[in-house]
């Protein structure tokens, strides 16, 4: 706060400087019908006269006017550069090669499931308050998916139900993808990693996510759990699991929204907009692991061909919040399912589905 304020002052410094400088050599303009009577503060035009009328009065203002832009210049650099410019990025991604992470970029393994506790400790500082930073503390406007949520989870999740009932939200920040069902849920408890997102009410009860991914809630507690793209920024994502499939009812039905790449490569810099230790799954070792852990995959639809992923992020489109563009985007999904890679480096690697969106159950039979 208080560099920006001494970056203010020094500006306006620097503008009422030049605006004084101008004015008291105004009256040296030359005789001009536009000009005369002349009243503070002169005109665009009158500078213009003004240097044009005299070299010396043209050199001062040649001074001033560079002093203005690289005064501006250095300014606007010191807010666009980071803080830090190592990039933030985990040990076991530092200098590594694609041949060290050769069984994590095939989706033999999932990279951060075999990590130990320290390692979960490192990925858990960089990673807890990423997202809110990415978005401006929570500030920036998030993109629109409340269609996708809808038409892929939501109405597979009330099927034969009047109500949701007492709802986990694993990082859902603040809590803008319960906006298609707000009204039938009992109860929202959101375990969030971000203390910046926390806001308590008479139906919303947040608390701190745990850095080993354990839940602080007893055996058969919640009717629903929703996971919105929140997985892939935790690291024993097998654990994770495991503590959903336990604090789920038998007959509870658990979203899963997730990405299905590896989000670019994790041993060199992250592109702007991912958080440092993110990646995707692979698909088949998230579908393997939650049919492990013990849960029914009712449905899943894979979504997000990234062209219309860039029609959403560059041309202002939420695509995901109309039923004509989501339907595009799956149809495009499902003709270039077949050239699905999980670790995708050249550019017509991209042309497939990029997300997946899991209706998981927790069998009746199961205590």
Known sequence: MMGRANQHTSQSS?????????NRHATKLPPHSHCCPRSLPIRPFEIFLLYHSKPSSRLSLNFV????????????MSTLLPKDLSPKMHSRSRDKTNENLADYYSGQKLFGDDFGLEE?????GLEENACFEIYDQGKKKMPNNDYLHWSAGYLWALAGRLSLGKVLGLGSGNGEEFRPVRKWIEHLFIAESAEGYFHNDATTTYVKAQMDGSLSFPDNFFDTQVNIAVLHHIPNVSHVLRELFRTLKSGGICLVKEPITTLGAWHLPRKPGLAPCERGFPRAWLENEVQRTGFEIVRSTFF???????LRDRGGVDTYNSKFWTFVDQLLCALTNWN?????THWHEKLAPSYVFLVLRKPKSTG
């Open 14 to 22: 620097i503008a009422d400087m030049w605006v004084f400088w101008v």
């Open 65 to 76: 006017l560079l002093s203005l832009l690289v005064c501006f210049t250095i300014c606007r």
């Open 120 to 124: 979960i400790c490192e990925w858990y």
């Open 304 to 310: 997000e061909f990234p062209p219309l992923r860039h």
């Open 340 to 344: 699905y890679r999980y670790h995708r």
